[in-house]
């Protein structure tokens, strides 16, 4: 009974992973397909051969390598903005007392329940003032803090004694010291988690990049992909082709620190 039990368990597990995985497998094998054999009926499950024009159909269609570089630039920058901002934040919010820290720290929490819809307006008539429209600084500045990077940065924190922080006070410590040489290369799997989460939210935007960039030098990938539309029904296979170059550094980062996603979000769920 416990046998079969655990072969009906494996056989739903495994229908579920190829529920999951299938959009991506036939992402990849469609950008290696002809164009007929993405538009006969019915559809073809396998690539006939490796067809590369697809891809370099795409780079000629749109500028997208320049595209694919402001995108990792943008993120990248995004990154370190957030990890940086997040980790002193989060470090005010738990070893550093001061009145009515309870207070701020909740209205740092209440900006993570306004849209981001809301603030898309007023970010824009701020970069238009600063004169920054079409320019990298506004791709990256709205987003260089978070409620969420210091919520996660903070409760990680927590979980470390207080008797570390004033045994390092002790020995003169500063708090930058601290922070530098302390804290920072005890809370790596927190910061690998912040670092993905924030790479992969900014390299997948969309509305803000299309609307703050007026040229295609400046567009980021997710641009580049959707002008891409205006030839899916001529070149079906270029679409995919072009999805398959967007994720790839998505699913490396995934895979390089799959193991940070973990670790960072259940340190800090038990103090």
């Not at 990792?72 to 989060?90: D, K």
């Not at 809370?187 to 690998?192: D, K, L, N, V």
Request: aromatic share 14%; with cysteine.
């Amino acid at each position: 009974m416990s046998k079969l039990r655990t072969f009906g368990t494996l056989a739903g597990l495994s229908l579920l992973l190829a529920i999951v995985v299938f959009p991506l497998y036939y992402t990849v094998a469609g950008a290696f397909m002809s164009q007929a054999e993405l538009t006969r009926f019915p559809p073809a499950l396998f690539p006939s051969g490796l067809n590369w024009g697809s891809f370099s159909g795409v780079v000629e269609s749109v500028p997208l390598v320049r595209q694919y570089g402001n995108s990792i630039l943008v993120s990248l920058c995004v990154v370190a903005g957030v990890v940086t901002t997040s980790v002193l934040s989060g470090y005010i919010f738990a070893f550093v007392e001061f009145p009515f820290r309870r207070v701020a720290f909740g209205m740092f929490l209440a900006t993570m329940m306004v849209p981001a819809e809301a603030t898309i307006i007023p970010n824009y008539l701020t970069m238009a003032d600063w004169g920054l429209v079409n320019t990298f600084p506004a791709l990256i500045v709205p987003f260089l803090a978070t409620g969420f990077g210091t919520f996660l940065m903070r409760q990680f924190f927590l979980t470390f004694p207080r008797e570390i922080h004033e045994a390092a006070k002790v020995e003169g410590c500063g708090h930058l010291r601290f922070v530098l040489q302390i804290l920072v290369p005890l809370s790596r799997p927190a910061i690998g988690t912040l670092a993905i989460y924030s790479f992969i939210g900014t390299y997948n935007q969309y509305f803000w990049p299309l609307l703050i960039a007026n040229t295609p030098e400046m567009q980021t990938l997710q641009i580049g992909l959707a002008q891409l539309n205006s030839l899916e029904e001529r070149s079906p296979n270029l679409i995919f082709a072009g999805v398959t170059l967007a994720i790839i550094p998505m699913l490396i980062m995934i895979y390089a620190f799959q193991r940070n996603i973990v670790r960072g979000l259940t340190a800090g769920a038990v103090r």
